[in-house]
T-cell receptor, first 111, second 114 residues
């Protein structure tokens, strides 16, 4: 079964608002990554956070990782219509190079 | 090329036929992954290649599925005797080395089994 579970499954916000997505996982990890997928396309890597890191920023993106709770959050600030996409978390399981993807959050940003 | 290339982009075939899906990773990337994505779902891991090491085939759903990677570069995913439940988007990704690296994805092959 999928290890990563994103919450919410779908999110609709107005342009300029912030969007927060959460990811939970089940086992020890080497790192957690967030990806974006536009309809009909492959996934685009957004940010990687290692298991010994707690927070990371990249532009309008902020990712937190709480390994004690086995959870992560992705915050997109000042959202734009172009941010409309599905967002997936992926965890690299400790001791392997295998990635487990979550089921995704469908974000819709209304102009 | 600049990115991961997959072909064909779309494939429609009859149940029972064999299909081959191709992936050209980014030049120099030693790690290559195949995933399957059903409509509106997340990605399901299928197989992982790293350099000349034996591949991790633990995600292949049945013995009808196989994959190879020739010369450490191009990979082919083969599905024999296709079934309707094989209909999905098959995504390939590569990364520059093992562990703690972002994956670079192709746009996938959309496979439809009639």
């Amino acid at each position: 079964s999928q290890q990563g579970e994103e919450d919410p499954q779908a999110l609709s916000i107005q342009e300029g608002e912030n969007a927060t997505m959460n990811c939970s996982y089940k086992t020890s990890i080497n790192n957690l990554q967030w990806y974006r997928q536009n309809s009909g396309r492959g996934l685009v890597h957004l940010i990687l956070i290692r298991s010994n890191e707690r927070e990371k920023h990249s532009g309008r993106l902020r990712v937190t990782l709480d390994t004690s709770k086995k959870s992560s959050s992705l915050l997109i600030t000042a959202s734009r219509a172009a941010d409309t996409a599905s967002y997936f978390c992926a965890t690299e399981t400790s001791g392997t190079y295998k990635y487990i993807f979550g089921t995704g959050t469908r974000l819709k940003v209304l102009a | 090329g600049a990115g991961v290339s997959q072909s064909p982009s779309n494939k429609v075939t009859e149940k029972g036929k064999d299909v081959e899906l191709r992936c050209d990773p980014i030049s120099g990337h030693t790690a290559l992954y195949w995933y399957r994505q059903s409509l509106g779902q997340g990605l399901e891991f299928l197989i992982y290649f790293q350099g000349n090491s034996a591949p991790d085939k633990s995600g292949l759903p049945s013995d009808r599925f196989s994959a190879e990677r020739t010369g450490g570069s191009v990979s082919t995913l083969t599905i024999q005797r296709t079934q309707q439940e094989d209909s999905a988007v098959y995504l390939c990704a590569s990364s520059s080395q093992r562990g703690n690296q972002p994956q670079h994805f192709g746009d996938g092959t959309r496979l439809s089994i009639l």
